[in-house]
């Protein structure tokens, strides 16, 4: 159990421009490709910030599916696995799919996972102009490790976490637009890390920065151990996700093996 995967999240601030965007991301591709990673992840809604003019359907809409084809091409060019939020064109209603994509280095989109819960809570309404997914979020292997996906406001529903757990998932990573406020750095951090202690697995939050967004990516060891903190600019935070560690964790702290599933479920 020896796999070991370098991320590297880029913690960034967006424009509402999906074309502006996507050369920013392509800049940091090319700084996280020099690390030495595999995987680089960007926040949610990366793709173009909505506005009141501008909802998200209006982003994907115009922007016909260019944005996670550059996505693509970026991941095959520098041979990277790239996790990225954005917007996708709902069929069957004006509100748009608050989506994260993964992109593999040959290319390809490996999957997408379409946010479920949404954030209509302490003065801001998504579901006004969002539209939930309705498939839990999957798990897939990057090189080597089962990595899950989450966004954002999913980090306050355990019950999905315990979910990626049992389906294998040894990294979740949150790409986020979490929003400053009162208690809402502290609540960021303590559910980041109580996620990765209490499934025993690795858990990474790429948020937003700039007004109004709080920053503060940060990755937790299984054990809840802080493996970074990127503060509230711009910049790259590096981490590297051992599975002889989360298997020593569980070793020791065997608690997923204890769960009382004949009485509840998960």
């Given at each position: ?25 392509r ?9 030495g ?10 793709m173009?910030?909505?506005?009141k ?17 550059g ?36 290319g ?7 946010k479920?819960?949404?954030?209509d ?37 355990p019950?999905?976490?315990r ?5 294998g ?37 790429c948020?937003?920065?700039g007004?109004?967004?709080s ?7 299984p054990f ?8 509230e ?34």
């Open positions: 159990m020896s796999a070991l995967l370098r991320i590297v999240l880029a913690q960034v601030e967006a424009t509402p421009d999906p074309a502006t965007n996507l050369d920013k991301a800049h940091r591709v090319a700084r996280a490709a020099e690390t990673a595999k995987l680089v992840v960007f926040p949610e809604m990366f173009g910030l909505p506005a003019n501008r909802p998200p359907a209006l982003i994907a809409t115009e922007d016909d599916g260019a944005f996670p084809r996505l693509a091409a970026l991941a095959a060019q520098s041979g990277l696995f790239i996790v990225c939020g954005g917007w996708e064109v709902n069929p069957a209603g004006p509100r748009a799919y608050n989506t994260a994509w993964i992109m593999s280095p040959s390809r989109m490996v999957t997408a996972y379409r479920l819960h949404l954030f809570a302490l003065n801001r309404c998504e579901s006004e102009t969002m539209a939930p997914g309705d498939a839990p979020p999957p798990v897939v292997d990057i090189a080597g490790v089962p990595v899950g996906l989450a966004i954002c406001y999913d980090l306050r529903f019950e999905l976490f979910d990626l757990a049992r389906r998932a040894h990294l979740v990573l949150v790409p986020s637009a979490w929003y400053q406020g009162t208690m809402k750095e502290a609540h960021w951090l303590t559910l980041l890390r109580a996620r990765a202690i209490e499934n025993t697995f690795y858990v990474a939050g948020n937003l920065t007004v109004p967004f920053g503060r990516s940060a990755v937790f060891d809840g151990v802080p493996m970074g903190d990127a503060g600019t711009e910049t790259l935070l590096e981490a590297e996700i051992s599975l002889d560690r989360l298997a020593a964790v569980r070793r020791k702290l065997p608690a997923l093996e204890h769960r009382r599933l004949d009485l509840f479920r998960g």
